[in-house]
Every structure is written in structure tokens, then in C-alpha cells.
């Protein structure tokens, strides 16, 4: 290839092929500007770590330099530190999974976990079945392998096993490879809906009877609001399932501590992949996180986590009800997200610059698809804002969906004018949201 540069990068034409996947992402773009403190952000899914007891962590992190400082403070295994892939069993018991210690990898993150199985297994035009709406950063991921990511519906109540039967015969029919399935059953970013127990197990045997590998990624399930979830998928099919789990969302992300439980033969290679990448992932966060495991109530925390969302998204469906009662959304039973339908013709990525104006973010839908798929739709995530200010978020979107409504009617004399339910906090929106 001749370098030709550009202006900006005179590199350019120096990039691999597979850079091409890596655009700047419509959340990037907007972390910027919702991180004002004026914005009611409600489109990042940062958990709120301010609800871990500062103690906790310090007690752990003291713990390790004076009991395993040097060790901690060493490279370790490139598999993750043994003690703490014990600890991981215990939490894999709680959705139902029985695995081995020795199946277990612990990576930087899950998010790393995903790249390293993208890298395992796709080649350029390799086909990844993901549900759509998937989580943005696989997508990303995936693209960023050259893969093909052809979508599959879901409902409420998750994947449509005979969408999965279709997409299939599909893909095959035009000659192409399928990789695996990508899926967040339980609580999903983006949509927060939940796989039933039936479906998993209906596509369970579809992925099996095509010999399609299953990318379970799990990193909500155990922060359930209204009892537990069905179990998870690996709980039920050990060979056609890599699991994926993390702490970030039941402890904190910035340990960037996640893991893959895989069938053993797939496990080797990604110690492999996991050693080329990074020679071991941090070993003093693992260490204070088995400190953590050994010596606090963490499943207490996580019921202390549970109550924290909970609430939080009561006060996003409360708001939804009172200031947009027209729109429909999901009602999530754990995680972080809700996902709203906006009428057809409203389109919420060019609505995001208005909302800004209005001080509210959201992450617009199409973020989610890699076919340009979900144009009339949003995510909310209702982690981290309080309630009050989740309820001013929800205020403010409705203004400005009213008012996009307004110009297409005056515009096209088309779409009806919402009507919004009254309510105290409308009259009285909330004092001092800087
Ligand atoms: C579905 C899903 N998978 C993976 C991740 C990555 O999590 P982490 O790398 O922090 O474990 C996230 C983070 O939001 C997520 O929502």
C-alpha cells in the first residue's frame, strides 16, 4: 500500500483492513458531553460504586500488601490466580453453573474476554448470530475481527428461537460460516429483558443441532430485583457454551477483573491468547478481590446493590408512566437498562443533540444494531443518577420528544401530540440539579 496519508493522520493508509470496524461509537462521542454535571445522564451504564463501603476495599487492599505483597505485586498466572478462580465457583453456584477450577481464565474485564473468543474464532466474513439489540461493545468487537454480525429478533421475553432457526438457515443458504451465538440472556444491555427458561433451553438445542458455539455473556444475573432469574445457559450444556462473567457490576469495574469458563479445549487456547495479550491479568486486583471474597459479606453487598437499583428503576418506570404514558418500554426484572420504543417516525440518534440542549442523555438505539436497526429507539440506563434525578431526566426527554412531536406535526400535519399525565414533580420539578 503507497502512503498516502490525510491531513489529520499521515499514517492513515498504514492502517490493518480490520481498523475499519473501529468507528468512534455514538456513546464515546456522548460520555463527553453527558459528563457535564448538569446533563442527567441516563445513557452510560456506570454502576454506582459509592454504594460500596469504602472500607471493604481498603481492608482488602491492606490485607494483600501485608500478608501477599510481593506475590501481588508480581506477574501471575496467564490462567488468573487459582484461590480467586475458586472464589469464582461460588459465585458461578449462585445462577446454577458446576464447573471446574481448572476451566476457568481470568481476564481484564469481560470485556477482554470477548475480544480474546472473537480472536479465537473469527476469520474475515465468519458470520456472529447476536440478538438484536446486542451490547454495543461486542459489536465493536466483532467488527473490529471483520466478522459478519447478522442480527436475530427478540421479544420480551428474549431471543425468538424460531428467529434463530431462520437467521440459520439463512446464513447458511448464502454460503457463509456461523461462528457462534452472542446473547446477554439475563437483563440485557440493551433491552433488559430475560431468556425464559424454555427458550434457553430451545436454543440450546438449535445452537446443537448446528453445531453453533453459545457466547453466554452474563454480567447482570445475579442483580435481580424480583427474585432470582432462571439459571443460566452454561448451567445447563457444558461442551457448546463459553461463559462470560465479571465483577464489575456486583463489586466494581475498576478492578477490570472479569472471566470465561469454556469447555476445556477452547480454555487452552484462550490462556494462550490471554498470555500473547497482556501476560497476566493484574495480580494485585485479583488478590484484593479473593481478600474481598475471604473476609467481607459480599453477597450482602450485592443484596445492598440489588436495593440501590431497585429503587432507581421504580423511579425510571414511575416517571415513564407519569411523563410519557403514550411511549412503551421494557419493564426490567434486574440490571441496569430500559428500552423505550419512540413512535415510527421519530428518530432518536438526530433527537440526541436536542436532548443535550435539554439536559438529558440517552444512548440512541441504532448504537446497538450493525445494520442501522433501531432507529425509533432509545436506551435509559437508571444506574447511576439518583431517583430525583432520574425522574428530571425522564421530565426533560419528555419535553423534548413532545417538542419533536410538535415539529412533525406542524411540519406534516402527521403524529399526534402527547399527552402527558400531570403530576407534582411536573409542576415542582425538583430544586438543585447542577
Ligand atoms: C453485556 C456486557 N458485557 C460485557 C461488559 C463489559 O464488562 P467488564 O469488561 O467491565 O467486565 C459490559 C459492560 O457494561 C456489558 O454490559
Known amino acids: 500500500m503507497t502512503n498516502q496519508g490525510n491531513n489529520l493522520d499521515k499514517w492513515y493508509s498504514h492502517y490493518a483492513d480490520r481498523t475499519a470496524g473501529l468507528a468512534a461509537s ?9 459528563s457535564r454535571p448538569e ?29 501477599s505483597g510481593p506475590a501481588a505485586l508480581q506477574y501471575g498466572s496467564g490462567q488468573g490466580l487459582p484461590a480467586l478462580r475458586e472464589h469464582i465457583l461460588e459465585v458461578m453456584a449462585l445462577e ?59 421479544d420480551e421475553f428474549g431471543l425468538i428461537p424460531q428467529a434463530l432457526r431462520e437467521a440459520i438457515t439463512r446464513v447458511k443458504a448464502a454460503g457463509k460460516t456461523i461462528k457462534f451465538l452472542y446473547t446477554v440472556p439475563t437483563f440485557s444491555n440493551p433491552a433488559g429483558v430475560t431468556l425464559t427458561w424454555e427458550r434457553r433451553l430451545e436454543i440450546l438445542e438449535i445452537a446443537r443441532s448446528n453445531g453453533i458455539l453459545v457466547l453466554e455473556d452474563n454480567p447482570y444475573g445475579l442483580l435481580y430485583f424480583d427474585g ?27 478492578f477490570r477483573v472479569g472471566w470465561a469458563l469454556a469447555p476445556h479445549a477452547i480454555r487452552e487456547k484462550l490462556i494462550l491468547a490471554n498470555e500473547a495479550a497482556v501476560l497476566s491479568p493484574s495480580s494485585f ?96 440506563a437508571f444506574c447511576y443518577p439518583t431517583p430525583e434525578f432520574i425522574r428530571e431526566g425522564i421530565r426533560r426527554l419528555s419535553t423534548v420528544i413532545n417538542g419533536e412531536l410538535e415539529l412533525l406535526t406542524t411540519f406534516s400535519q402527521t403524529g399526534p401530540l402527547k399527552t402527558v399525565k400531570p403530576s407534582a414533580s411536573m409542576i415542582n420539578p425538583p430544586a438543585n440539579l447542577g
Open 228 to 254: 432470582p432469574p432462571p439459571h443460566a445457559m452454561r448451567s445447563v450444556e457444558e461442551d457448546g457454551v463459553i461463559y462470560l462473567g465479571t465483577f464489575s457490576k456486583t463489586l466494581a469495574p475498576g
Open 96 to 154: 446454577g453453573i458446576r464447573a471446574s477450577v481448572d476451566d476457568i481464565v481470568v481476564t481484564t474485564g469481560s470485556q477482554h474476554a470477548l475480544e480474546l473468543v472473537t480472536k479465537l474464532f473469527i476469520n474475515p466474513g465468519d458470520v456472529v448470530l447476536a440478538e438484536a439489540p446486542s451490547y454495543l461493545t461486542a459489536i465493536t468487537v466483532f467488527k473490529s475481527f471483520q466478522a459478519e454480525v447478522s442480527h436475530v429478533a427478540m
Open 285 to 380: 486486583t485479583q488478590y484484593v478481590i479473593h481478600e474481598y471474597l475471604a473476609g467481607a459479606d459480599w453477597k450482602g453487598q450485592i443484596e445492598t446493590f440489588r436495593g440501590v437499583y431497585r429503587e432507581r428503576r421504580d423511579a425510571m418506570l414511575a416517571a415513564l408512566e407519569d411523563y410519557l404514558p403514550d411511549l412503551s418500554w421494557t419493564h426490567p426484572a434486574g440490571g441496569f437498562y430500559v428500552w423505550v420504543t419512540l413512535p415510527e417516525n421519530l428518530d432518536s440518534k438526530s433527537m440526541l443533540p436536542r436532548a443535550v440542549k435539554e439536559l438529558v442523555a440517552y444512548t440512541p438505539g441504532t448504537a446497538f444494531y450493525a445494520d442501522g436497526g433501531g432507529r425509533n429507539k432509545l436506551r435509559l
Open 39 to 67: 446533563v442527567v445522564s441516563l445513557a452510560g451504564g456506570m454502576p454506582f460504586v459509592s454504594a460500596l463501603p469504602k472500607e471493604l476495599v481498603t481492608g482488602a487492599m491492606e490485607r494483600v500488601m501485608r500478608d
Open 26 to 34: 455514538e456513546v464515546r462521542a456522548l460520555f463527553a458531553v453527558a
